[in-house]
């Protein structure tokens, strides 16, 4: 509805434009002219000055100048204005000699100019029309984007139900399962967390660094159970602050070690993954054996490049990113301002 009244009122305000010029140049005529024959001048000049800055605004305009083929634009508009001011001054001549005057009056090449004189001026206002029109544009874009934006959210508050909904049912079972289990117990809320960090946490553009850590001893406490042997896991965190950061930056590294760095048969699994800070910086460095040389190759794959884009979008080059092996170990490495 807001859409379309914006647009109403553009095009009511273009009309009242024109029949505004109409008026004004109808009363200067009438005067000398009389009723019909200012009527028909007036009529007419309105036609033709419409011509002119519809003619620039709406093809001229955005077929040549926006695309920067200013020499096109310029050889455009000296041919339209002329061939504008050559048909007013011939249509209009004949209108005068055909039904006003007593004796028909040549064509001078004075005449030719008085009309095509004053067509140059309005193409130069024309662009303060076309100023006009494109504010009323982007006012119906700035509504249509504030529209979409009220909707996403409308439809985010719909779709937090079903979370919300599927983490009370976690809670019931978790306090279930503890009375009898108390180990899975734990585990359901580790994946109640998770979930909670995803639909909470994830969309926002900073999160805290402690909940950053919890989401990723969560992650790993559920892929240890996915595994039948035993891990040699040592995450170390040694923090000073509680600062912000990116959501899910940490998590490729952590992500990739289970993907490519774990040999689910072996019962060597050895896993380092350590976070500190120092100098303003974060410090985060994860090492793992390589199972095979694929997996060393995955490792480096899509997840790790994905991230070096990202980082660079958040930091520019204000960033360390390194992955490194060996014929044992993949090792990984970021720094990046606190």
Not at 1 to 17: C, H, K, N
Not at 262 to 274: A, E, F, L, Q, R
Request: one cysteine or more.
């Amino acid at each position: 509805m807001q859409l379309l009244s914006d647009f109403t009122t553009s095009a009511r305000l273009q009309w009242l434009s024109w029949l505004a010029i109409f008026m004004l140049m109808l009363f200067l005529q009438l005067p000398e002219d009389g009723f019909s024959q200012a009527t028909v001048y007036a009529g007419s000049n309105t036609l033709y000055y419409a011509l002119v800055i519809y003619g620039n605004t709406s093809v001229l305009y955005p077929l040549l100048y926006r695309k920067k083929r200013y020499v096109w634009y310029a050889l455009a508009a000296l041919v339209f204005l002329t061939a504008a001011g050559l048909t007013r001054a011939f249509v209009l001549n004949w209108v005068y000699n055909t039904w006003y005057a007593k004796t028909p009056s040549p064509l001078t090449g004075n005449t030719i100019f008085r009309y095509m004189a004053g067509l140059p001026l309005l193409f130069m206002l024309s662009f303060f029309f076309r100023i006009v029109l494109d504010y009323f544009t982007l006012k119906r874009t700035t509504a249509s984007l504030l529209l979409q934006n009220t909707q996403a959210e409308l439809n985010l508050l719909k779709s937090q139900v079903q979370p919300h909904f599927l983490f009370n049912t976690l809670n019931n079972i978790y306090y279930e399962a503890y009375l009898e289990a108390p180990r899975t117990a734990i585990l359901i809320e580790r994946l109640s967390e998770i979930m909670r960090y995803f639909v909470d946490e994830s969309p926002k553009d900073q999160v805290l660094l402690s909940t950053e850590i919890s989401f990723l001893e969560n992650y790993i406490a559920l892929e240890k159970i996915r595994i039948r042997h035993a891990i040699d896991l040592d995450f170390n965190h040694k923090t000073t602050t509680d600062c912000h950061l990116p959501p899910m930056l940490l998590m490729t590294f952590v992500e990739n070690i289970f993907k490519h760095g774990v040999d689910k048969t072996s019962t060597d699994n050895k896993i380092s993954i350590h976070l500190q800070q120092a100098h303003n910086r974060l410090l985060f460095r994860t090492s793992n054996n390589q199972c095979c040389e694929q997996s060393a190759n995955s490792q480096r794959g899509s997840g790790i490049e994905n991230l070096r884009k990202r980082l660079t979008l958040l930091y520019g080059d204000n960033f360390v990113l390194e992955t490194t092996r060996s014929a044992q170990t993949f090792t990984s490495f970021l720094s990046i301002p606190v």
